[in-house]
Every structure is written in C-alpha cells, then in structure tokens.
C-alpha cells in the first residue's frame, strides 16, 4: 500500500506540474513571451515526475500482480480507460517533446498538420487520464472516503480537464501558424 500512496502523489504532483506547464506555455504563445529555457525547465521537471509515475504505476500493476479483474465491464471502465490513457500518453511523451522541432521542419506541408492532430491527441489522451485518475489517487491517500464527494471531484476535474484541452488546442491552433509562419520558431 505504501508504494499506491508515493505513486498517488507522484499523480498529483504530475497533474499540478502539467497544468503548470500548459498554462504557462498557453500564456507564453498567447502573449508572444515564450522562453525556452523556462520551457525546458518547466518540461524536464514534469518528465521527471511523469517518468517516475509512469514506471512506478508499471511496477504496481504488474510486478505486485495489482491488477482490477475485468469482469464486470461497466464498473471498471474507469480503470480500462485510465491504464490506456496511462499507456498512451508514455507512448506519446517522446513524440510531444521532440513536437516544435517537427513542427518546423514541416511547416507547410500536410505532415505539420498530422503531426499538430497528434499533440493535440497527446493533451487530450493527458487530459482524460488525469480526469479519471485524480479522485482515485485522492481516494488512495485517504483524504476522500465518501462517494457523493468522489462523484462531486470526477466532475470538477473532468470540466477543468475539459476546458484547458479546449483552450490549449484553439491557443495552439491559432498561434503555431503565426509562430512558425513569421519565422519566430523554426
């Protein structure tokens, strides 16, 4: 149980740092004051944490055989949805790091918007599996036992996920033009 608690808050840990980075990274397209040394700081702290999650939660399920039965289909969908939203988004990490450099590379032709759709597929896979998670891991560290309030948490978090995928596509999808259009990221 000790080691679902250190991964639960890793988890949390990662959801902060992730809405950190995006937030940042929004307001630096948005505003036109990207700083790249401040990115990669912001990045490499949450691929740290992302990372250490990621084989942690590996570790759980399978070396300690913690695995949810799926017998009952309907009530663990959570966990289906959540450790393949968990496998994707390590699967999608390395493409989402090397993203900007493709990104103008290919400006221009139809691989920039291929490879546009699949950060925007990265942030939403993200989105969905800290949407899911965030309760679960609350739930694991004890600081929520009661159902109404872990129903209250899913929708809350569900609707910030939402809207920050949204915000952070139409910000992207608006600004990756400008920005690799004008010259100012190649």
Known sequence: MRLKKINAVLGIL???????HGIYEDVAYIAYIYNPILTKAFADTLATVFTLHAVLSLYIIF???DTVKIDYRKRNIKTLIQRDTGMLSILLLPFHAGAMSLLGKTYGTPAFY????????????I????????????ITLGLVTDEKKVKTIDRTVAVISAV???FT?????????KLFASGAVS
Do not use: Q
């Open 14 to 20: 990662t959801f902060a740092l992730f809405f950190a």
């Open 169 to 177: 596509c139409v910000v992207l999808f608006i600004t990756y033009g």
């Open 127 to 138: 989105s969905t599996h800290l949407a899911i998670s965030f309760s679960k891991a609350l």
């Open 164 to 166: 920050f995928f949204v």
């Open 63 to 65: 070396r300690r055989n």
């Open 114 to 125: 291929v490879i546009e759709f699949l950060g925007f597929l990265f942030i939403g896979v």
